[in-house]
Nanobody
């Protein structure tokens, strides 16, 4: 099993910044990829950003505003969110794809609320 612990959500005004963290823990694992999804009320969960082997992928709506980074030694991924907009309001879920585990693991979710 792999456990994911998220932190860093909260309430911020439009134009503000937040930094999310997600730390993976467990026994005998290494990470292939980690990333973030988000789900707003009444909407489907959408992929926000991926960090894998130093490479990054972003959904178009956050490009230039969000930055994903990782610390492989700590099995931790970060999501720096700048110039936040009300439409970024959602529950943000961290995920991890460990090598040879055969499944994806999810964090519990952290609420991000951006007021206008």
């Amino acid at each position: 099993q792999v456990q994911l612990l998220e932190s860093g959500g909260g309430l911020v005004q439009a134009g503000g910044s937040l930094r999310l963290s997600c730390a993976a823990s467990g026994r005998d694992f290494s990470i292939n990829a980690m990333g973030w999804y988000r789900q707003a009320p009444g909407k489907q969960r959408e992929l926000v950003a991926v960090f894998s082997g130093g490479s990054t992928v972003y959904v178009d709506s956050v490009k230039g505003r969000f930055t994903i980074s990782g610390d492989n030694a700590k099995n931790t991924v970060y999501l720096q969110m700048n110039n936040l907009k009300p439409e970024d309001t959602a529950v943000y879920y961290c995920y991890a794809d460990p090598v040879a585990k055969g499944r994806r693991f999810w964090g519990q979710g952290t609420q991000v609320t951006v007021s206008s």
